[in-house]
Structure formats: structure tokens, C-alpha cells
């Protein structure tokens, strides 16, 4: 027995509005900037950590030595 979807389609879309309308309460506002914040200090301290290395690859591309010698 083949269902048609068609009512069940039509109905959903006369249920819910077409527009939305919401807000950000400041307690949200206040997690993503702490988030934001977060990110920033592990990116900088994931920096400081591997910093040799980094200044090793980097310095590596530049080098002007060849590969044979």
C-alpha cells in the first residue's frame, strides 16, 4: 500500500509559521565569547609549546642548501 506524502507535507507547512522570531539572551552572548577566548589561549599556548619545531620547519623551507649536499 503506497503512502502519499503529500497531506502530511501540507499539513507541516500550514502548522509552523514561515518566520521565526527569536533572541540571544546575554548568557549566550557571555559563552561565546568565552569560548572565542578559550580557543585563543590554547592556540597560544599549543604555540609556545611546539614553538621550536615550528621555527625548525619554517626555517627549513627557507634554507637555501640543497637536499645532496
Known amino acids: ?6 497531506p502530511l507535507a ?5 502548522l509552523f509559521p ?3 522570531y527569536g533572541y ?3 548568557g549566550t552572548g557571555s559563552y561565546v565569547f568565552q ?5 585563543l589561549v590554547a592556540a597560544s599556548f599549543a604555540i609556545k609549546i611546539y ?3 615550528i621555527k625548525k620547519f619554517v626555517s627549513g623551507l627557507f ?4 637536499d645532496g649536499q
Do not use: R
Open 35 to 39: 569560548v572565542i577566548v578559550a580557543a
Open 18 to 20: 514561515i518566520y521565526s
Open 51 to 53: 614553538w621550536q619545531k
Open 1 to 6: 500500500m503506497k503512502k502519499n506524502i503529500f
Open 10 to 14: 501540507l499539513g507541516l507547512t500550514l
Open 63 to 66: 634554507s637555501k642548501k640543497a
Open 24 to 26: 540571544i539572551d546575554p
